[in-house]
């Protein structure tokens, strides 16, 4: 079942993602995917940002900035945060986008591209 959506809607997620994948990148996360999930009838939202940091610190550096930018330019808070303390899998739920911040292993072994395949997978280039 395909969702419809307005236009002013669309350009609500592309804004958020936009400014989602910059955050990720003002940290150096590395790999980046967005998933579109929005024709996927039962998916649990319209879009996934996924992403990897190398260290734990760097994991929590990321998702602690794309809070923070999110916050103070959008003012939109995340319906839930998840993860933080351990940091080897930090999801930021902004209910039509969620947010996967993995270490390198933990998203191998979840493998969401994989999972999500039937969606569209958009790669994001690596920033330097």
């Not at 072994?109 to 999972?115: A, I, N, R």
Request: proline share 3%; glycine share 4%.
């Amino acid at each position: 079942m395909k969702r419809k959506q307005s236009a002013v809607k669309v350009k609500e997620d592309e804004v958020l993602n936009s400014l989602i994948v910059d955050a990720i990148q003002d940290i150096k996360g590395k790999n980046i995917v967005k998933i579109d999930l929005r024709r996927l009838g039962e998916a649990p939202a319209d879009f996934f940002i996924i992403c990897e940091g190398e260290s734990t610190t760097q994991i929590r550096a990321i998702s602690n900035n794309i809070f923070k930018r999110v916050s103070e330019e959008l003012g939109v808070k995340p319906q839930h945060r998840e993860g933080v303390d351990l940091s080897k899998w930090v999801l930021v739920d902004y209910f039509n986008t969620i947010v996967h911040v993995f270490y390198p292993e933990t998203r191998e072994f979840y493998d969401l591209e994989d999972l999500w395949s039937d969606a569209e997978l958009i790669p994001i280039e690596n920033i330097a």
